[in-house]
């Protein structure tokens, strides 16, 4: 049984592009959120979908935008990258049926932005 | 509203012996608490959680964390710290809002574990 896999690895871009990341969730799982990690921080919420819409945003720009495929994969896309957006991404899925709010995170994704 | 304080950032120890890494949380709802691992480059792996089915959590790897509403606290424990356990940790606050049954995780700032040979 697969886990939380995430594509790519690593990215660099400069500022100013765009990026697509990628995120595929654990077998059973219906939920996917992304969080951002800075270098010596926690990680932060960014937004969170299920059944193909966003349902709960954290405090990121419109520049962040995501969307889920019918088989619950995901993609995040940010625009207009700054150098501040250099940080490890994540994606972690769950089973929005389940009682309690386990989430498993895949490896990330290591975004550098020169 | 939720959050959570990680009141270390840093704790070392030595190889063998106790290891105690303290979390304080605030929430609104009925909340759901974690404990999860991330060692250098990689992603975060769960440790333990607290549903409300025991006080006392045992989780992977010898770790453990005791849920204390009075003190609002769920500190993760070890009785005796391995060279492997040298990593980040970080202690997670989740909470169902009751209308909408969403929810979101709130990271604290993690704690850095060294452990000394």
């Known amino acids: 049984d697969a886990g939380v896999t995430q594509s790519p690895t690593h990215l660099i871009k400069t500022r100013g592009q765009q990026v697509t990341l990628r995120c595929s969730p654990k077998s059973g799982h219906d939920t996917v959120s992304w969080y951002q990690q800075a270098l010596g921080q926690g990680p932060q919420f960014i937004f969170q979908?299920?059944?193909?819409?966003?349902?709960q945003r954290g405090n990121f720009p419109d520049r962040f935008s995501g969307h889920q495929f019918p088989n619950y994969s995901s993609e995040l896309n940010v625009n207009a990258l700054l150098l501040g957006d250099s940080a490890l991404y994540l994606c972690?899925?769950?089973?929005?049926?389940?009682?309690?709010?386990?989430?498993?995170f895949g490896p990330g994704t290591r975004l550098t932005v020169l | 509203a939720q959050s959570v304080t990680q009141l270390d950032s840093h704790v070392s120890v030595s190889e063998g012996t106790p290891v105690l890494l303290r979390c304080n949380y605030s929430?609104?709802?009925?909340?759901?608490l974690f404990w999860y691992v991330q060692h250098p480059n990689k992603g975060l792996q769960l440790l333990l959680k607290y549903t409300s089915a025991a006080t006392l959590v045992k989780g992977i790897n010898g770790f453990e964390a005791e849920f204390k509403k009075s003190e609002t606290s769920f500190h993760l424990t070890k009785p005796s710290a391995h060279m492997s356990d040298a990593a980040e940790y970080f202690c997670v606050v989740s909470g169902r809002k009751p209308r909408s049954g969403t929810y979101k995780y709130i990271f604290g700032t993690g704690t850095r574990l060294k452990v000394l040979a």
């Open positions: 979908y299920y059944e193909e819409e966003e349902r």
């Open positions: 972690a899925s769950s089973f929005r049926g389940a009682v309690f709010d386990t989430q498993y």
């Open positions: 929430s609104s709802y009925s909340p759901s």
